[in-house]
């Protein structure tokens, strides 16, 4: 023990430790070099903000892309199209990736809000249905301004064992012998919209004082109809479900969704006086922050594969034509034709959301009415 | 004993060294001063700023100073009449609230042993554990058309079918937020009951008083404190509430807190920052009165 004492003076014990300190730091720093180079995730890694709806995508979906390319995006809820446009803007590139309908998307551009870009860049874009690729209200010079996701009308659902006859307009919202059977959801520049509809309205966003008036009175009649206004779809999909209301309104799919559910068969038409629909995109906000890891998310992201996962789940058409040939192939054709997933070309046919003249005063009025 | 002015210093020292001193002790409220003055009056500032302008059809904030949005609040009957029923509503939670928890910890910390006290008070807490919106989805389900007492009714042979009278509508509100506010009014009342001296009551019966004149002359002058913080942390929250209406109150069950949100989903920060500053300078006009009137300066002055 002496002899060692002796050996290790503190100073040599010093210069060993650190000898032997800086030589593993060395190893570890060569180590990690070799690693990285043979590493595949070449590119960027880490974590990026991305406002969006649920039904955007899925845990699993989340998962395995971070194990594949080390991405995860901070998921925060969008509640609707107004309150991303004015989270955006009041926070700018804080959130990186945003998704918005119709309309709502060239508005972010016109107050650069969002970057134009092309979206050919990406390899999965190829899958995408080629009019999803050249919608004008989404093409500018500068490139396009969102990656096509989903879309879907407004639609009504109704139980045939309690509603008859066969309703085709809208004006079964307001039948009294449904009053306290009706579910609609918690949208305020929704519900005027359509009942702009009812009344005739061509363009329920743009309305003028006497059209919104009309609207209003359409309102005031379903209000006494309405069960609750449902916070997000799975609460309309559970009172079809369960029998609590017997009409709804809502996105393709439905009906399929309730029947999974266990619940009764449930018919769906689309309002002979026109319905109103979405169609969204994922937009790149202007100056994210991390907007460098949006690019390699999105092509890991929108693969046919994830996609198909994402419309058996959620049960509406998607703007992705290799998914639908993966769902082809894989045995739910049927399911999708009846979704419209092979109809792209009937967005063309609605009258898409986005933000009018009259959006402020339909929120007034929708409170006016809903309130007290 | 030295004082510590006394050591090495003359008296013409003494008021700085005490102002220095009263600085020193100033820097613990640093921190708090900090949170309620960025994050809470800050805040508040911007909001009262905002509800005097007005939102454009792009959905901006335009500095167009005005009080629209404060008139078409005090003018248009439905904002009115929801901010009326938020405040029934709220006063009758409060009073049954009150009503279910004073008994409740009065038997408590009376009759029950200190080990059993903390057991049930503990079981009152449990529900925190879990999520608000969790708790109130759970009364869906013992409220609603298929829910449990809807089954039990049936089951009893008591209604043929379902019915609705315990849920969506202002019925299934009160009820769920009694429960929601039921905890706030327990622990505040333990806390003050817990000090109480149980001795003095049977004294005044011993004097004559009867049960009831004991405790209306007695007891609720002493845990009165205890009864004011209950109704402030019970009535305050329900003036803002929105979650509660939304799931089990259906179109029927709406609160004012419920258009606030629309307001501000839809982009209509002005409207919506009028509103909500209506809604806050109520309650700092209800606290007003309950110091002035009911001396709540003894909730936090108390040792």
Redesign the interface.
Known sequence: MDHLSKQFSRRRFLQTTAGVTGAMAMGGFASASRVMAQSPMAGPTGTFNFMTWSDHFYQEQLDAITAAIDITPSISELAGNAEGFIRVSEVGGQLDMISGDALWVPRYFEDGLIDAWDINELEVSKGLYSLAREFDIWTTPAGYLGYPFGWSPVQIYYDPAHVSPAPDSWEVLLDPKYAGRVMVENQPEEVPAYMGKLAGVGDPYNMTTEELAQAKELMIRLKPNVLRLAQQNTDVINALTNGEVWIATGNLGYDERVREAGGPEIKVFTPKEGTIGWMDAEMIVTGGANSALVRPWLEMAQTPEHIAENFLRYGRPLFNEAAYKVLVNNGHQERADRFLYNKPETVQAMTLKGPGTSTQAAIEAFNEVFGA | MTSEVGRGTTPADAPEIGQRRSVARLWPAIPAALVLGVLFLGSMAFMVVFSFWR?D????LVPDWNVDNYV?FFT?P??L??F??TLVMAAAVTVAALATALPFTYFLVRYVSRRWQRIVLLAVIVPFWTSYLLRVYAWQAIL???GVINQLLMGLGIIDAPT?LFT?NDLSVFIVLVYVSFPFAALALYATLERFDFGQLRAAQDLGARPDQALRHILLPQIRPGIITACIFVFVPIIGEFLTP?VV???QG??IGN?VI????????A?GAAFAIVIAAFVTLLLIVFRRHLQVEDVVARG
């Open positions: 939102t059809a792009g959905f901006h078409k248009v439905t904002y009449r929801t009326g029923k609603g058309e298929r609705r969506y939304v109150g259906g179109t709406v609160l258009l629309n307001f501000f989903r839809g982009a209509q920060i409207q």
